[in-house]
């Protein structure tokens, strides 16, 4: 059996060719993750608005049935398990199933009255850094002020 060459139609590619495709496939992927860590912030950061937006709905709701709001103490698992602390309210609902964690994974925070709502009270998410500070994202940045 004689072996011969393939023709220049049957060739696969070369080495160079390879390297060149894999380069260039690699810069466009980098393109994707490097776009995609952007916009994953304000992914998270709306996120955040709308969960505040949620426990600001389900406060309201606390509120029309205990005729006030929970205490910083009671804090927002006063919206999913009756407050064992004073004052306890006359009539109680279980308003969410469960208080969500922020888009970090950390509970968001609750005070009343608040410090940016001194007549009525603050949900913030620390953020990214978990500190308090001034990049909170908070019910007083959203537009909306606790009543």
């Known amino acids: 059996m004689r072996y011969t060459l393939p023709s220049p139609s049957q060739r696969g590619f070369t080495l160079i060719e390879m390297i060149l495709v894999i380069g260039i496939m690699a810069v466009i992927a980098g393109g994707v993750a490097y776009s995609l860590a952007r916009t994953g912030g304000t992914f998270k950061l709306a996120q955040a608005e709308n969960d505040i937006k949620t426990i600001e709905n389900a406060l309201s709701l606390y509120e029309i049935n205990a005729q006030r709001l929970p205490t910083t103490e009671q804090g927002l698992e006063a919206l999913v398990v009756r407050p064992a602390s004073p004052p306890q309210p006359r009539r109680w609902a279980q308003v969410l199933e469960k208080v969500p964690l922020d888009p970090w994974k950390r509970p968001y925070q609750y005070r009343n009255p608040g410090k940016f709502n001194p007549q009525g009270y603050d949900i913030f998410s620390m953020g990214d ?18 009543k």
């Open 129 to 146: 850094d978990g500190v308090e500070s001034d990049d909170d994202i908070g019910n007083w940045a959203t537009g909306d002020e606790g």
